[in-house]
């Protein structure tokens, strides 16, 4: 039996029905762009993450970008963000010619460290990016405090946080903006890219919807140098029967991290991720540490079991970001994690029998690295 990390199949069949229902409708009005179904998912996702405005956009790197654009982010600022990050995070800054400012991540979460945030400001800050990572939510509180105090905005990366909360308050609905991405593995996946920008702010989602459309509000009256990042109706369509399920889906994602966190009571040699005072986490991924995680790894692989590490390489040790002159030890607690961290298998669909052999298999190659060690 082979258990992949991730199971898209199972979700598309749930919602296959209404998704061909609404591919026909797309292709019947010929609403090619822009279509009916975008207004509707927009509106729809407002509801579902308490924020007034939702703007889709073809990506989640284009709706951190445009959100960090709207708020004033420009060339030459400085953004404040963690080193533990996929590298769009980063990527969104230097698209505006903004520079990226690299901070470290606490050691039990994993997240954004309130503290380094603080002792990177300086008078060139711009915004501050928490990131809401493994589909918990960064202690925005605190954060939003810091940005306040510095006089500039928090722009949340709700890329991986799809219905998570905080005090009873979603992801994306804290700061200025927020981006998300509807990537297929997302809690909220579409059936290719996309994604959307969240404000409460309608100047900022005007901003947006300007920057996304060539710079203009009507057509040919181009106000200022765009580009073109659309949430393609297509995609909408899918995203617009998905999240009719997510509360649901996600609330499967907690029984299965809860189980995954009974079975790991036992193991020694793995350490489980633990949910913050005030969270409700979605599990985007269910990340554990191992000791010798590459062989284990393999291991897992070898047995069918589709295991995965988020993320191997911390930005500042990428090719991409040398020039920023950061090299190892400068940020130890994300480079630490970058060697030992462990993606198990994690989604709606997964079964209690398919958990319960991710972790006598995983167990198993723990205790052989602890023999071998």
């Given amino acids: 039996m082979t258990i992949p990390l991730v199971d898209l199949a199972a979700q598309q069949a749930e919602v296959d029905d209404e998704v061909r229902a609404g591919l026909d409708e797309v292709f019947a009005r010929t609403a090619f762009v822009g279509g009916p179904a975008v207004g509707r998912f927009e509106a729809a996702y407002g509801a579902a993450t308490g924020v007034a405005h939702v703007v889709g956009v ?11 654009r709207a708020v004033g982010v420009a060339p030459g600022g400085e953004v404040v963000l963690p080193a533990n990050t996929f590298i769009a995070t980063a990527e969104a800054v230097s698209r505006i010619g903004a520079v990226p400012v690299l901070v470290d991540v606490d050691p039990v979460h994993l997240l954004i460290d309130p503290d380094a945030v603080r002792a990177a400001l300086t008078p060139r800050t711009q915004a501050v990016v928490p990131v809401h990572l493994f589909g918990q939510v960064a202690p925005v509180e605190v954060l ?8 500039v905005p928090l722009v949340e990366d709700a890329a991986q946080s799809q219905g998570a909360t905080r005090h009873g308050r979603y992801a994306g609905s804290f700061g200025l903006a927020a981006g998300t991405s509807f990537y297929p593995g997302k809690n909220l996946g579409a059936a290719g ?18 920057l996304a459309a060539h710079g203009s509000a009507h057509k040919y009256d181009h106000e200022v140098i765009g580009m073109n990042s659309r949430l393609d109706t297509v995609q909408a369509v899918v995203l617009e029967a998905k999240l009719a399920r997510l509360a649901g889906w996600n ?46 790894l393999q291991g897992l692989h070898d047995a069918g079991i589709g295991a995965g590490i988020h993320y191997p390489t911390p930005v500042h040790l990428t090719g991409a970001y040398a020039h920023l002159g950061h090299g ?9 994690a970058a060697g ?3 993606s198990l298998p994690m989604y709606p669909h997964l079964s209690a029998e398919q958990r319960e052999r991710v972790v006598d298999t995983l167990a198993g190659l723990v205790a052989g690295a602890a023999r071998h060690g």
């Fill in 58 to 68: 073809a990506n989640g790197t284009d709706a951190l970008e445009l959100a960090l």
């Fill in 144 to 151: 939003l405090k810091i940005a306040a105090d510095a006089g």
């Fill in 193 to 210: 890219d996309a994604g959307a920008v969240t404000t409460d702010d309608a100047d900022v989602a005007r901003t947006v919807r300007v």
């Fill in 251 to 296: 609330e499967r994602r907690r029984a299965a991290a809860a189980h995954y966190g009974e079975l790991l009571a036992g193991v020694d040699g793995v350490r489980v991720p633990v949910t913050a005072k005030g969270n409700a986490d979605v599990w985007h991924l269910y990340v554990v540490q191992v000791d010798e995680r590459d062989r284990v």
């Fill in 328 to 336: 190892v030890g400068a940020f130890p607690v994300t480079e630490a």
């Fill in 340 to 342: 030992r961290i462990l």
